[in-house]
């Protein structure tokens, strides 16, 4: 029972930082309508830039204060992202409004592949260390209640709190103030959206800018994890079938796709993976995702669309 | 549209710069063409990059040294990024290059096992140091491999010589319980059919738990491996998968110290970021580990990285990775002079003559000596049958800032290895309608 609930435990907390990085997906859709392709490789740019400037700034000013050089780092980095978001917008999504989808889809793959390979370029291919001080080591609990206890990894656990504050956040930030609602607006129809005065570059500027803000955050948690480094572009990856399950549009839905996720996954690898030869846990999220789509196509929480003909 | 403008005309620029600074030299007769298959980019680049450094800076200190009978070696880089397909079009693109590729190491299974069946075909020989195909030892099968100094049968043999000394005896292990934490691909599954050998001869309990590529979740995997507690973790990773898993073993509370590595679970990169996390974590060292003391290593950093000529960032020579990189161009070279002593010292060697000098390497220790390998590594001797040449192994142990050789040599077991490898080739021909090659075979 305690090892059911300590891999129950585990997929929850993997599924809430995977609920964090398809809240990027989630954001930029809700507001422009775009599918982005490129949150991964914004994931990765964002980790790498932290980690970068975390090790120049200290070089730079001739400090030493772990804690400073941090923040210093985020600060820039947010700078960074929003360059990012600005130059997308001016160099791009600016010259595709009113196209296709998956115009807009394959100019986000682009972009990808620009940041993968303009991150490594800029800030190098290596492991670098991102260290904000998350703790490493394991914690028991529970352990009069179950024959040598539960483990909880604490890393995960602050983690899965810091994402679960971002995603308050966040929700907050859509459904209670004016520019949430007119990132919804803009989602729903770009050129109504024009029409009533909502102006469409800037909105996509900002949510390209939230969309980065999160990134980073998902960047220094998962950097502080696995170390900065080109795998973490591959973390988006973990996401998609995330924002099948929970939906495009629903923040809530990419809350619950996370963690029904990563309850999933973690659970048919330890108990079914040894029947097949094990390693499944990455192609039983996307099948996991596929049999909630026969029943509810829009996903969990998706908005059903209905063309009249 | 001027900012367009701006970037296209930057990009064309950039484009020709980059053709102008990576156009080869004009190829001379007596040049040797190594295509360097690399990966600097993509998941696994932290580990690819420094073992290519050294690769490459070995052909330079090669050609300061004056070449080889005055031959120079010339090389194009290719970036694989570890992907297969990428690796095969690389090798395509560049086989037929500056009078044909006189050898190719492509660090990867993957792109071994693509290869293999190529490269009788075009007569280049593979050379896989480390890696590849383990029966592919067996030279009078694969007469175009050649596994130099270790073959993963070999370093899983070692590891269990190991932790049976650790134990007591071999006779010790019956009960035991080893899992195998292994990259999900041929690189990973490699030591499977020896450690099954041995477990069916000693006893231990052997699990087998594949990790997807790259390998940065592991959470089901070390929760298993929680929950069944084995006396021994091997571990079978490369790149992000390596210190994912010790960060894993860290969080899940495995000591590290029962965790053993292959040789590519065992560089800097591996350990550097976790710190005190991997104290005590073991590795294969093959045969050589960080080497910063090596007399090649301070004729590196004298004849080029001093003059600004040296390949990568300067700490990173006589690391782990590096070294590896170094000791695969070396036997490349060597190989070279070999050949060139039967067929005409100075001359351009051609594949052919290449293979020939890969089946007669003997780097005695007075060699190896000479060349600046002095304690880094042991005696090469091949043949035609057996294309290894050479099965030492040591294992070092990071103790949080560096690694430290912590055992003694072992030699790979050739009573257990030898008919695994035999017998594995032997299918291989039976399918591929491969005639052994003869005694006679071996002359030409």
């Known amino acids: ?216 955050v998902a960047g220094v948690i998962w950097g502080s994890k696995l170390g900065a480094q080109f795998s973490l572009s591959t973390v988006a990856l973990r996401a998609l079938p995330v924002v099948i399950l929970g939906g495009l549009t629903s923040v809530p839905g990419a809350i619950l796709g996370g963690l029904i996720i990563g309850v999933g996954e973690k659970l048919s690898e330890v108990y079914l993976g040894h029947y097949v030869g094990g390693g499944i846990e990455i192609w039983f999220a996307y099948m996991l995702a596929l049999v909630f789509l026969l029943f509810r196509p829009q996903g969990l929480f998706g908005e059903k669309i209905i063309d009249r003909v | 549209m001027k900012l367009h403008k701006l970037l296209v005309a930057a990009s064309i620029a950039a484009i020709g710069l980059s053709a102008a600074l990576t156009a080869p030299a004009a190829y001379a007769a007596e040049e040797q063409f190594f295509p360097v298959l690399a990966y600097r980019t993509g998941a696994y680049a932290p580990n690819g990059a420094p073992w290519a450094n050294g690769f490459v800076d070995y052909m330079k200190l090669t050609n300061a040294r004056g070449g080889v009978n005055g031959g120079k070696m010339i090389w194009e880089e290719c970036e694989t990024a570890y992907a297969t397909d990428r690796g095969v079009e690389c090798y395509e693109r560049l086989k037929g290059k500056h009078g044909g590729a006189t050898a190719v190491q492509p660090l990867s299974t993957g792109i071994t096992f693509a290869l293999t069946e190529k490269a009788p075909v075009d007569k280049i020989p593979v050379i896989t140091a480390g890696y590849g195909r383990s029966e592919s030892q067996d030279g009078s099968v694969f007469g175009w491999n050649f596994p130099l100094i270790g073959t993963y049968w070999m370093g899983a043999d070692v590891l269990v010589q190991h932790i049976a000394k650790k134990e007591g005896g071999f006779d010790k292990l019956k009960g035991k319980k080893i899992a195998l934490v292994y990259h999900d691909s041929p690189y990973g599954k490699e030591p499977i059919a020896l450690l099954q050998e041995r477990a069916k001869m000693h006893g231990f309990e052997l699990s087998l738990l594949p990790v997807a590529h790259p390998g940065v979740e592991q959470k089901a995997t070390w929760l298993q491996i929680r929950q069944n507690k084995p006396d021994y973790v091997f571990l079978w990773g490369w790149g992000v998968m390596n210190q994912t898993a010790i960060k894993e073993a860290q969080a899940t509370g495995y000591p590290r110290d029962k965790m053993y590595g292959i040789w590519w679970s065992g560089a800097e990169p591996d350990v550097k970021d976790v710190g005190d996390g991997a104290k005590g974590y073991n590795a294969l060292a093959m045969q050589h580990g960080a080497e910063p003391n090596a007399k090649v290593v301070k004729e590196v950093l004298e004849k080029l990285h001093a003059k600004g000529q040296g390949t990568g960032p300067k700490e990173e020579v006589g690391q782990v990775l590096y070294m590896r990189g170094l000791i695969s161009s070396m036997l490349q070279v060597e190989a070279v002079r070999v050949a060139q002593d039967r067929y005409g010292k100075g001359k351009h060697i051609t594949g052919e003559q290449m293979r020939w000098g890969l089946e007669h390497l003997d780097l005695d220790q007075k060699k190896l000596d000479a060349l600046g390998f002095a304690g880094v590594m042991r005696p090469v001797k091949t043949s035609c049958l057996d294309h290894m040449g050479s099965a030492w192994a040591r294992i070092h142990t990071w103790d949080g800032k560096k690694w430290n050789f912590t055992s003694d040599w072992y030699q790979g077991d050739e009573k257990v290895l030898r008919p695994l490898v035999i017998s594995t080739a032997g299918k291989y021909a039976e399918e591929k309608k491969i005639v052994r090659r003869t005694a006679e075979d071996c002359k030409k």
């Open chain 1, 1 to 216: 029972m305690s090892f059911f609930l300590e891999t129950l435990l585990g997929g929850l907390m993997s599924g809430m930082l995977y609920s964090l990085v398809a809240l990027g997906f989630v954001l930029i859709y809700k507001a422009s309508g775009v599918f982005n392709f490129a949150q991964g490789a914004m994931v990765l740019f964002a980790a790498l830039s932290m980690a970068r400037f975390s090790e120049w700034i200290p070089e730079w000013l001739g400090m030493d204060n772990l804690f400073v050089a941090n923040v210093l780092a985020f600060v820039v980095s947010i700078v960074v992202m929003f360059a990012v978001a600005w130059l997308v917008e001016r160099l791009v999504l600016r010259h595709l409004v009113n196209q296709e989808a998956a115009t807009l889809l394959m100019a986000t793959l682009g972009i990808a592949y620009f940041l993968d390979g303009v991150g490594q370029a800029i800030f190098g291919s290596d492991i670098y260390k991102i260290d904000v001080g998350m703790p490493k080591e394991p914690v028991m609990v529970l352990e009069s209640v179950f024959d040598g206890g539960i483990l909880i990894n604490k890393e995960d656990f602050v983690a899965a709190f810091i994402s679960a504050m971002l995603v308050l956040a966040l929700t907050i930030f859509f459904q209670k103030t004016a520019t949430g609602r007119a990132l919804r607006a803009v989602a729903d129809d770009h050129q109504a959206a024009q029409s009533i005065g909502i102006p469409l570059d800037r909105i996509w500027v900002i949510v390209w800018c939230v969309a980065g803000i999160t990134a980073l």
